[in-house]
């Protein structure tokens, strides 16, 4: 091509400098003197002048595996940092099962409890309606009864469809009375309590809170929940 080599501003043939090259410390091109600025092409210089290559090549193998080995604690470090941070969750979770102390099939107790209190009145109007037309008024449902029974124990042994009969009306009173006692008890044991509604509604709302943050449909589930979080918080180191 159009590019000349000099050697002492004299010009060389491509033989000439390959020879001359092999005896020289560094061979210049055009604009090499701009690296003199250059801070690692200085230590280069530097440690080349002092002859100081091996100690430099030993201190970058040894740099660049300090890097590794730090990089390597660093992300010890965080895993350890991710796990204490896991932990710390589940501890709070398992806590929190722990404070609630679910029962199984309390929900759907506390479901018909809420149900129950939360109609009182209309079931304490309507079970002691249901035992005073039964058993108290003067024409109840019981005395009319009671009087048939009556009528019929002068007939009931003539013929055997009029025995069969008294005693079928008889079983009736039976029930009757039965469901009576059953209704003014039910009365009598039912009664509205506001501060009782909030305390079901509040445990209520804790269980539904936790099974729909666990994605479990009841308190069953909520307690293998507890027991999965409990075996993994000890298991882990």
Known sequence: GKSRAFVNDTPVNLDTLQKLSGHLIDLHQQWDNLD????????????????????????????????TENKNLTDLIQKQS??????????????????????KGEQATLEKDLDIASNAQNIVETFSQMYMNFEE????VQSIILSHLQSLTSVKNISFDF????????????EL????????????????NPEKIME??????????????????????????????????????
């Open 36 to 67: 003199i600025h250059n801070e690692s092409y200085q230590m280069e210089m530097l440690d080349a002048f002092a002859g100081n290559e091996s100690l430099a090549k030993n201190y970058k193998t040894w740099f660049q595996n300090w890097k």
């Open 82 to 103: 991710a796990s204490e941070r896991e932990n710390e969750f589940n501890q709070f979770l398992i806590d929190e099962l722990e404070k609630l102390d679910p029962v």
């Open 137 to 140: 008024k003067e024409n109840s």
């Open 163 to 174: 025995g069969e009969l008294y005693d079928r009306l008889y079983s009736v009173l039976e």
């Open 177 to 192: 009375k039965d469901i009576s006692r059953e209704a003014s008890k039910i009365a009598d044991n039912t009664e509205f």
């Open 200 to 237: 079901i509604k509040e445990r209520l709302n804790i269980l539904y809170k936790l099974q729909k943050k666990h994605g479990v449909l009841d308190e069953a589930g909520l307690l293998e929940v507890y027991k999965t979080f409990s075996y993994t918080h000890m298991t882990q180191p």
